[in-house]
């Protein structure tokens, strides 16, 4: 109507595609039925260094306090059996990689992320450095690659996760495109920094709607028209979270 403005997700699903010859070899990437876990949650509360890395410079990341959180509210609607949580002040990169990854269906980061503007190939998901010293907690595209993956869904609850440089004919390649490398059928990440406690809420309802049956571009979509119409309206903290890949339901077994 005249003089009314609404957000395209009022009305529309929408869905993201990193390249056309990107989006065919993911739709017929077959989803695969013997994936006997559904769900795991890695929130990273603390890195635990004193908050500062060189990422190639000296940098503050903050603890998130409401990452636990975020997990567990994703987990609830899940069947305990089928769940596993690495929900700690530090959860190491050794920690992960010791996880049977390849026998989950959807795995949810919530922790920092950063996108190297000057090499993007050094952007990083950031968990915990080894007591050892042996793997320094920087998950980035070269780690990722190796990832055995045979997910429906990543979530990458993480600053930036969903930037990369734009190569021609791929479309943007960054830690987005890794994990859909490594053999994930979606993510959902996100093109500029995430709230932290809004999450909480935004992740609540969209996998309160994905275990419901929706598919994941209506569950984002009923996630982010449930924020607006909440106290955390303002698109900062909704509109950057995107479905990139293949679209389908969540399908209980």
């Known amino acids: 109507n005249k003089g009314v403005s609404r957000y395209l997700i009022e009305d529309f699903n929408i869905i993201y595609a990193p390249s056309a010859s990107a989006m065919l070899v993911l739709s017929a990437r ?8 559904d769900f795991l949650g890695i929130a990273n509360t603390d890195r635990g260094d004193g908050n500062q890395v060189y990422l190639p410079t000296l940098r503050s990341f903050p603890p ?4 636990q959180k975020e997990v567990w509210a994703a987990a609830e609607f899940f069947v305990p059996e089928r769940v ?9 990169e050794s920690d992960f990689l010791d996880q049977p990854l ?3 269906r959807i795995l949810h980061f919530a922790t920092h992320g950063f996108y190297d503007d000057v090499n993007w ?7 915990d450095q080894d007591p050892d ?12 690659y190796l990832l055995p993956l045979r997910a429906d869904l990543v979530v990458l609850s993480a600053c930036r996760s969903g930037l990369g440089r734009l190569e021609k004919g791929e479309g943007p390649t960054g830690v987005s495109y890794a994990f859909l490398y490594a053999g994930a059928r979606s993510l959902i990440n996100s093109l500029w920094s995430v709230a932290d406690e809004s999450s909480v809420e935004f992740m609540r309802v969209f996998y309160s709607r994905l275990t419901a049956g ?3 571009s209506a569950a ?14 303002h698109p900062f903290y909704w509109a950057g979270f995107i479905l990139i890949g293949e679209d389908s339901a969540f399908v209980r077994r």
């Open 214 to 216: 929706l598919t994941k």
């Open 84 to 92: 596993r949580l690495m929900a700690g002040e530090t959860v190491s």
């Open 30 to 37: 077959p989803r695969r039925e013997d994936v006997p876990l």
């Open 102 to 104: 390849e026998k989950f």
């Open 133 to 144: 010293g042996r793997l320094d907690g920087f998950l980035q595209l070269q780690d990722v």
């Open 121 to 127: 190939q050094r952007s990083t998901l950031l968990l």
């Open 220 to 233: 984002l979509r009923e996630a982010k028209r449930e924020m607006l119409r909440g106290r955390h309206a």
């Open 64 to 67: 998130l306090p409401w990452a």
